[in-house]
């Protein structure tokens, strides 16, 4: 696992040898920790596998220090996701979502060639799409069944439907059925703790019943996925669940911190550059929505001496602080906490990684091709 190391204050000097802003910066002691409570949660106190998600993550490297962490293999959203982390050499990913476009479904044959890389399906026509592209290619592609555990997004019914969709699976030669997985994101919204784990238990009963639902067809159930950041502390001790999908929360956002009440540390931050003072309480930088994604939740100005209210535009952020600012001169940096990872990090094509206030590496976030 990545070790705890005590993290120091920034020199001036590193501070100076930063590149030119807007730019995405972790802190890679504040990351290492924060991955050290994920894995030690999920998989030495809870007995589960970890598949974390990348797609707030994004960089194959990150993934990479993951797996080194304990995880066993990595969750994404999309097939050129899968592509990016199969070239990085990891070898065990879930697509958590139905891959069906035709170029998309022959690339996830194709990676079956050298890694296993399953594939979420939830209704006869993904059986059909997916069977005949594995015949094409000569490869078997893995599968698990979506179920609708209260989302209302995608997914089959859970129970009986389940089961009837894994026996299709079943008749495939080139489809191998591998298990049940579903998303329980509705339960994130709840913000009473005794009622958030009551309806997250609730909902998750109906995904692992539904895998023995499989299991009395016949059907071996290896993988019963579900579990993101929002959840992982009562996913976590659930009987019937065999891995948790939590990835996101290794940034330790604003969102997971404080809206969700997370022991994460902060570790992402944005930083800026101040272009304007037009007053003592106003600072304009550049860091505007093209680089600083603010849905869900607003970032957050660190180092102020009190507030500030938040206005976007596409190049400029202008803050109007509630009371005077002598720091932040033209030219300085300012830093931000950003308040979610997934809709910050794919705006950008570089992670910076830092230890003690200088830069360690540059991570590549890969785009889709």
């Known amino acids: 696992m990545i070790p705890a190391v005590v993290l120091a204050e920034p020199s001036a ?18 990351f290492g920790r924060n991955v050290v ?33 304990g995880a066993g293999g990595v969750t994404c959203a999309t097939v050129w996701e899968a592509q990016s982390m199969v070239d990085a050499g990891i070898t065990d990913v879930l697509i958590a979502s139905q891959v069906v476009a035709p170029g998309a479904v022959r690339m996830l044959a ?7 890389v399953i594939v979420a399906i939830d209704a006869p026509p993904h059986v059909a799409l997916l069977s005949a592209a594995a015949s094409a290619a000569g490869v078997c592609i893995p ?4 179920v609708d555990i209260g989302l209302d997004r995608a997914g089959v019914p859970p129970g009986l439907a389940a089961a009837d969709l894994a026996r299709s699976v079943g008749s495939h030669r080139h489809l191998q059925f591998c298990g049940l997985m579903a998303w329980e994101g509705h339960t994130t919204r709840i913000t009473d703790s005794a009622a958030k784990e009551a309806a997250i238990r609730a909902s998750v009963a109906l995904l692992t019943d539904s ?22 502390p009562v996913t976590s001790r659930i009987d019937g669940v065999t891995e948790l999908q939590a990835g996101g929360g290794v940034f330790g956002d604003v969102r997971y911190r404080q809206e969700f009440g997370l022991p994460l540390e902060p570790a992402l931050t944005l930083v800026a550059t101040v272009l304007s003072r037009p007053s003592v309480r106003r600072i304009v930088c550049d860091a505007g929505w093209k680089y600083h ?3 869900p939740t607003l970032s957050q100005p660190l180092h102020l001496a009190g507030a500030a209210q938040l206005a976007f535009s596409a190049e400029h952020l202008t803050l109007d602080c509630d009371t005077d600012e002598a720091a932040f001169a033209v030219g300085e940096r300012i830093e931000f906490a950003v308040g979610y990872a997934d ?9 910076f990684a830092m230890r003690d206030g200088a830069i360690n590496e540059v991570l590549p976030l890969p785009t889709r091709p």
């Open 37 to 69: 409570h994920l894995a030690n949660t999920i998989i030495a106190r809870g007995g589960k596998q970890w598949r974390p998600h990348t797609k707030a993550l994004r960089s194959p490297q990150i993934a990479r220090r993951l797996v080194a962490a």
């Open 143 to 146: 599968v698990v069944i979506e």
């Open 13 to 30: 000097h590193a501070r100076r040898d930063w590149p030119d802003a807007p730019f995405l910066a972790l802190d890679l002691d504040a």
């Open 110 to 116: 194709e990676l079956n060639r050298s890694a296993r």
């Open 211 to 232: 895998a023995r639902h499989c299991v009395a067809a016949g059907m071996a159930v290896q993988i019963v996925s579900c579990g993101g950041t929002g959840t992982y």
């Open 343 to 351: 809709s910050t990090v794919f705006l950008h094509r570089e992670l």
């Open 293 to 295: 994604g603010y849905h």
